[in-house]
């Protein structure tokens, strides 16, 4: 078993939609997570950061850390085709470790 | 914003050849990182370190080296490419304190 599992799509949406992404971890010892953008041919970009247990809300973006399920969202409310690309979700304990998920190509239909 | 960068961001080159991919940060970062990954695939960790004068290789064997003479450098090294190093390559650094990882833009190898 990976230690963070996430279903890869593709996930294919109408713009406008409020998209879900989810991602499931099973090492208790995380503390940190984090949600990366990446475009195709480009280096994943640093999206939602959240410590422990919780909800952080940017713009459209919402991420969500049940840490008693081990169960990771993000959320994107008013989708648009710019949001296609490729969503890693990713865990650490100290904040060294990075352990990443497989990731899920998003794609925003116009 | 994240200030790491690699260069060069595409290289083609033939079979046996030596090559080194670059990457610098300027965030002070001690722990730096590299990645391989293939188009549609996941992220593959071949090397880490610690700080100056450490470094570890990751989950994924890879005969590529590296080095890290100063902090805010950490090259890639492959001695003899082949076709099957035919990848992306994606730096990275992190700030303990803070739990956040930073990626450069990666380098789009091509062995021909």
């Known amino acids: 078993q990976k230690e963070v599992e996430q279903d890869p799509g593709p996930l294919s949406v109408p713009e406008g939609a409020i998209v879900s992404l989810n991602c499931t971890y099973s090492?208790?010892?995380?503390?940190?997570f984090m949600w990366y953008r990446q475009y195709s041919r480009k280096g994943p970009e640093l999206l939602m950061y959240?410590?422990?247990?919780g909800n952080k809300e940017d713009g459209r973006f919402t991420a969500q850390v049940d840490k008693s399920s081990k169960y990771i969202s993000l959320f994107i409310r008013d989708s648009q085709p710019s949001d296609s690309a490729t969503y890693l979700c990713?865990?650490?304990?100290?904040?060294?470790?990075?352990?990443f998920g497989p990731g899920t190509r998003l794609s925003v239909l116009p | 914003e994240a200030d790491i960068y690699q260069t060069p961001r595409y290289l083609v080159i033939g079979t046996g050849k030596k090559i080194t991919l670059e990457c610098s940060q300027t965030m002070g970062h001690d722990k730096m990182y590299w990645y391989q990954q293939d188009p549609g695939m996941e992220l593959h960790l071949i090397h880490y370190?610690?700080?100056?004068?450490?470094?570890e290789k990751g989950d994924l064997s890879s005969e590529s080296t590296v080095s890290r003479i100063r902090t805010e450098h950490f090259p890639l090294t492959l001695e003899s490419a082949r076709p099957s190093h035919t990848s992306q390559y994606l730096c990275?650094?992190?700030?303990?304190?803070?739990?956040?990882?930073?990626f450069g833009q990666g380098t789009r190898l091509t062995v021909v």
């Open positions: 990713a865990s650490s304990m100290g904040g060294q470790n990075f352990v």
């Open positions: 959240t410590y422990s247990s």
């Open positions: 090492n208790s010892a995380f503390q940190y």
């Open positions: 370190s610690y700080g100056v004068n450490s470094t």
């Open positions: 990275a650094s992190s700030d303990p304190g803070r739990g956040k990882a930073f």
